[in-house]
């Protein structure tokens, strides 16, 4: 079966602009979590969203939002881009919150903020 | 506030020996805990779980072992192949929790 499809792999941005990623998970996975990669703060939970829900966020700038689809197919924004928000940005999807052996991840979008 | 703590961020071990990582956390509510393996520029993979109601769970060439009163858990892999280079990540989840808590992550480097 399909894994989880995060869109675009790559994106340049100017400091300042918004930007937009894409996830998409595997059938019928209801759990959409975010998690960001920097080398400096490691893997952080960004939010996770159950059935077009935010149930969970971590402590981020409100900067950054998303949100999820009927379909769970999920997106996170990130508006007015500093240059400290270049990272890997992950998508993990999950059957549900509590099915604790279904975190899959995607490959990930690498944002580079210039 | 790190929660979770991987205290070698790097690891050299032979092929055929024995790859120990490990990790603390401070955190007494996590109650199940997962090992994932990353490559660079791609999402984590799963590899073994733990319940903090077991103190050991074994999938083929890789054992977690929980010692709950102390806060540790430990990845063992054996033999350690090539292959197993890579960041490995503990990540706890909290009771009925929907977030994982990654560790800072170990890079094992398996030499021939």
């Known amino acids: 079966k399909a894994g989880v499809t995060q869109t675009p792999r790559y994106l340049i941005k100017t400091r300042g602009q918004q930007v937009t990623l894409s996830c998409s998970p595997i059938s019928g996975h209801r759990s959409v979590s975010w998690y960001q990669q920097t080398p400096g703060q490691g893997l952080q939970f960004l939010f996770e969203?159950?059935?077009?829900?935010?149930?969970n966020k971590g402590n981020f700038p409100g900067r950054f939002s998303g949100r999820q689809f009927s379909n769970s197919r999920s997106e996170m924004n990130v508006s007015t881009l500093e240059l400290g928000d270049s990272a890997l940005y992950l998508c993990a999807s999950s059957l549900n919150a509590v099915d604790n052996y279904g975190y899959t991840f995607g490959s990930g979008t690498r944002l580079t903020v210039v | 506030d790190q929660q979770v703590k991987q205290n070698s961020p790097s690891l050299s071990v032979q092929e055929g020996r024995i790859s120990i990582l490990n990790c603390d956390y401070t955190?007494?509510?996590?109650?199940?805990f997962l090992w994932y393996k990353k490559y660079p520029a791609e999402g984590p993979t799963f590899l073994i779980s733990?319940?903090?109601?077991?103190d050991k769970n074994e999938d083929g060439r890789f054992t977690v072992f929980l010692n709950k009163s102390a806060k540790h858990l430990s990845l063992h892999i054996v033999p350690s192949q090539p292959g197993d280079s890579a960041v490995y990540f503990c990540a706890p989840l909290e009771g009925g929790g929907n977030k994982l808590t990654f560790g800072t992550g170990t890079q094992l480097k398996v030499e021939l």
């Open positions: 955190n007494s509510m996590f109650d199940y």
């Open positions: 969203y159950f059935s077009e829900t935010q149930r």
């Open positions: 733990i319940s903090s109601i077991k």
